[in-house]
Structure formats: C-alpha cells, structure tokens
C-alpha cells in the first residue's frame, strides 16, 4: 500500500508521540482533509451560499421597514466581516430599497427556500459523509428537515437582530433606572458583544447535532462547534483586517474585488463547517482507533495507518 507523506511523517514519529492524543487527532484531521477531498466540498457550498446570500436579502429589505431596523448599526457589530462584503450588502439593501415590490418579495422567498435548504442539505450531506454515515435519510425526510433547518436559521437571524438593534434601547433604559451601576452597564456592553459569537455557537451545535443520521448528543458536538467558531472568527477577523489593510486584490480584480472576497470568504467558511463534523467524529472514535492502530504497531512489518 503506497504511504502519502503525512502517513510516512505520523509512522516515524509515532513511537515518539503515540501517547499523545494530539498527535493522532492531527493526523486524522490532516488525513480527512486529503482523503475526504474537503477542499472540493468547501468550494461546492460556497456556491450555494454565494446563491443564498441574495435572497435573504431580499427578505432583510422587507423585514427593516417592519421592525425599525437599522442595517448600518447591525453591520457595526459584525467587525468579522470583511468591509467590502459589508459595503456588497449595504449596495444591493440600497438597491432593493429602490425597486422593492410585493412581487421582488415573494421572489426572494421562494429563491430562499430553493437555494437556502439546497445549501443546508449539502451541508446535511457533507457532515453525514464526516460521521460516517452510510445510511441516507429518505428524500421527503431529508427534503422537510432542510426546509425546517432553513425556517429555524432565518428565524434565529431575525431574533438576533432585533436583539442586536435593540441594544442601544436597553443601554438607554439600564442607564435610566440604574445610573450609577456602572458594573452593570460594563457587564451588558460585554454580553452586547458577545451576541454574534453566541448566535453563532447555537447555530453550529443544533447543527451538528441535527444533521447527521444518528444520534449525536449536544455534548459529542461539542469540540467540533468550539472548533469550527474559534477558526471561523480568528480567520474572518484576520481576513477582514488584511482586506481591509491591502488593496492589491483592487488593483487586480476592479470592481469584481468585492466578489473576489465574498467567495474567498465563504470558501473558508464551507471548509470550517465540514472540519467542524470531521472533528466531532475523531473526538467520539478516539478511544477505538488508538487501540487498533497500536494493535498493528505491535505486531510484524510493514506497519501501515490503519483508516476510517
């Protein structure tokens, strides 16, 4: 059996770091990344999320008028995201502003529902492929539970920002009837900025939890929701501030520059949403691995890894 590099590296060193549960954990991460070609489902969802972003705008459009909120205050709060993403939303939010119509409404919801619950059930797919699940749900079961996923994300979307909107509200009325706990008012400014992360935490754990055709407990998806939002939040800051403080990509792309980052963005994001399932698995079939892969270190030459 022909070794890849990363397996020849993992053979050398184990004898040195077979103890260590890192050691493995990484390999089979850097294995899963290869052998699962994670880079090519990465790419296939952010062309569903590139589709959905659109019409969940549209529907955004119809929802600031009815609830009083204001876009720009809501983009203030999202530093993660890179500023010409944010300057595509606050472009075409101006242009639906123009043109808004019952008609362009009801156009977005129906593209939602195509494109949204297309994305959650590749996403749905790639996650039960990361847990190893061979049986498939059957095709109306799969169908409702991507359009009941897709009704819980735009519901959750909506509550976070009326919650983030009303901020500044609540700081008014805390200051109000509480003016000199200035304790108090730090601890909502702090639990204020830790909205988009929460709200992105739950999102992650439902959905590790729900996706997968077996049952997965809140506590088994744990590692892999710390690990997916701790990548995605470093790497989307990280991103944002190098956009923000390099304007070569301008230079070469144009006016497409902003498109450029939105897929480059969205790329990463499938990526980490794929690891995130990956992990879990390796997290839960730790134990059992270790044991067989010390059972064939034990015995005769040629040792090989043993694989999912």
């Known amino acids: 059996m022909e070794l890849s590099l990363y397996d020849r590296v993992y053979l050398h060193m ?3 770091c077979h103890k260590s549960r890192l050691f493995h954990l990484l390999y089979r991460l850097i294995d899963r990344f290869f052998s699962d070609r994670v880079f090519e489902t990465g790419a296939m969802l952010a062309y569903f999320l590139l589709f959905s972003i ?3 705008l549209i529907l955004l459009s119809a929802l600031i008028p009815m609830f009083h909120l204001q876009v720009t205050e809501i983009l203030s ?4 995201i890179p500023s010409d993403i944010k300057q595509i939303i606050l472009s075409y939010l101006a242009y639906l502003e123009r043109v808004s119509s019952t008609p362009l409404l009801l156009t977005g919801l129906v593209l939602i529902v195509l494109f949204v619950s297309r994305t959650t059930r590749s996403l749905m797919y790639a996650i039960n492929g990361a847990m190893r699940v061979r049986t498939r749900r059957s095709t109306l079961a799969g169908g409702l539970l991507s359009v009941l996923m897709t009704v819980g994300l735009l ?3 909506l509550i976070a920002l009326i919650f983030l909107v009303a901020g500044d509200w609540l700081t ?18 702090l639990l204020r900025a830790l909205i988009p992360p929460g709200f992105f935490f739950v999102l992650l754990l439902c959905l590790y939890t729900v996706a997968p055709n077996r049952h997965i407990s809140p506590w088994n998806a744990l590692p892999g929701t710390l690990f ?3 990548f995605w939040l470093l790497f989307s800051y990280a991103f944002s501030w190098y956009v923000g403080s390099a304007d070569r990509y301008s230079f070469l792309y144009g006016s497409l520059g902003g498109i450029v980052v939105l897929l480059l963005w969205l790329y990463f994001s499938g990526i980490v949403l794929v690891m995130g399932a ?4 390796i997290v839960m079939t730790d134990g059992a691995w270790r044991s067989r892969q010390s059972f064939i270190m034990s015995g005769n030459a040629p040792y090989y890894v043993f694989k999912d």
């Open 14 to 16: 184990y004898r040195a």
């Open 54 to 56: 659109f019409p969940l």
């Open 77 to 80: 709060h999202t530093a993660m």
């Open 155 to 157: 519901m959750a979307i």
């Open 172 to 189: 008014a009325l805390l200051s109000s009837v509480f003016p000199h706990a200035t304790a108090l008012l730090r601890t909502w400014h």
């Open 228 to 230: 997916s939002m701790c």
């Open 278 to 281: 990956h992990l879990n698995y």
